[in-house]
Every structure is written in C-alpha cells, then in structure tokens.
C-alpha cells in the first residue's frame, strides 16, 4: 500500500462545477498538509496549506482534513478552464520534515 | 526572472553517459531538494540538503548524485544513466524557519535515456 493515495483521473468537468479532489494516507502522524497545482511543463504551486484537522477556504477553494478517516479533500467552487491542471496532495508530519507526495490528479474543466 | 531556475530544461542522452542536471535559486533559501516525477508515482524525494555541508538521500538516491557548490546551486548527476532513469526532474528549495512549510519548484527538466 502506497502511503498517499490518489485517484489519478483524469477528471473532466464542465465549467462552473464544483470538483472534489480528494487523498487518502496511512501514516496517523501526517499533520501538515498540502496541495499543490501544477501547469502542463511547470513546476508545482502551492495553493493549500492546512494544519492537522479542519477547514481552510480561500476564494474558490476549501480543504478539508480529516485525520479521523486519514482523509483530505481539495474542493473547487465555479471551476474555471484555467483551473485545468495535476493536482498534487503533500503531507508531512513536522514542520520542516519532509513532504511524501500523492501521485496527483489531472483535471480539465471543459468551457 | 524565475526564483527556482533548472538547466537543461530538455535533455536526450543514451544509456551509460553521465548526465548533470543543475539547479539554481535565488530565494536566499538554505534547503534544497531533488525530486523526480513518473506518471502514476507522483513526486519521488532523491537527495536533499539543508546547507553546503549537508547532504542526505532520499527516497530513491540509487543511481544518483549529488554536489551542493553553494547556498544557491544544487546539482544532481547521473553516472551512468539508464533508461528507468528516463523521468521529470524537479528541483525544490524551502526556507529553514519562518512562517510558511512551502516548497518552491524550478520548471523541471525531461530527461530521456534511449
């Protein structure tokens, strides 16, 4: 078993969707955790950066964890054809310490 | 002009050369790291050093090499490259202390090994 798993789509949308982007982990010690968007030929961006459990909302997107169930979710509001790109959860377990990444899902918001 | 900067950003070399992939920031950061990037394995840690002195393997360092010449520059060899080597390589800084536990990434280099 992968230590963070994550459906690698692709997934298409049409545009003005809400998209669910969601990884799941097996070490109860991740407490840190991220997403990343990543452009065609591009390096990773971090978007979302969330401490243990909870929500964190910025515009149109929200992450949620959920340590209980060793799952996090990357929801997008009105999704945009320019949000088409891999998404890439991280999650470490200190600050400082190293990421372990999920295998990222690509995503098309069709216009 | 980029923060994370990666030469060459295109690379075909045959199998048993030596490659030097190399890596430039600068954010004045002390980590730096190397990643490579399969479809379907996500992002794979290689090396990782937190200042000149400090080199560590990562996940998959077989195969690799490292040098770091200074804060800034992070370079990652292949000695005698081989076709599984063929991938996406990222290179990634992070500050020590602060606020943020965000890592920067350069643009990559596609690296293909016939």
């Known amino acids: 078993q992968k230590e963070v798993e994550q459906d690698p789509g692709p997934l298409s949308v049409p545009e003005g969707a809400i998209v669910s982007l969601n990884c799941t982990y097996s070490n109860s010690a991740f407490q840190y955790f991220m997403w990343y968007r990543q452009y065609s030929r591009k390096g990773p961006e971090l978007l979302m950066y969330t401490y243990s459990s909870g929500n964190k909302e910025d515009g149109r997107f929200t992450a949620q964890v959920d340590k209980s169930s060793k799952y996090i979710s990357l929801f997008i509001r009105d999704s945009q054809p320019s949000d088409s790109a891999t998404y890439l959860c991280?999650?470490?377990?200190?600050?400082?310490?190293?990421?372990?990444f999920g295998p990222g899902t690509r995503l098309s918001v069709l216009p | 002009d980029a923060d994370v900067t990666q030469t060459p950003r295109n690379r075909i070399t045959k199998t048993g050369k030596r490659i030097m992939l190399e890596c430039s920031q600068t954010?004045?950061?002390?980590?730096m790291y190397w990643y490579r990037q399969d479809p379907g394995l996500g992002l794979r840690l290689i090396y990782y050093?937190?200042?000149?002195?400090?080199?560590n393997k990562g996940e998959i360092s077989d195969g690799y090499s490292v040098s770091r010449q200074a804060q800034a520059k992070f370079s990652l060899s292949l000695e005698s490259a081989i076709p599984n080597q063929t991938a996406l390589y990222f290179c990634?800084?992070?500050?020590?202390?602060?606020?943020?536990?965000?890592?920067?990434f350069g643009p990559g280099t596609r690296l293909t090994v016939l």
């Open positions: 954010k004045g950061h002390d980590r």
């Open positions: 990634a800084t992070r500050e020590t202390s602060g606020r943020s536990n965000e890592q920067f």
């Open positions: 991280a999650m470490s377990a200190g600050y400082g310490q190293n990421f372990v």
């Open positions: 050093s937190f200042d000149v002195k400090d080199i």
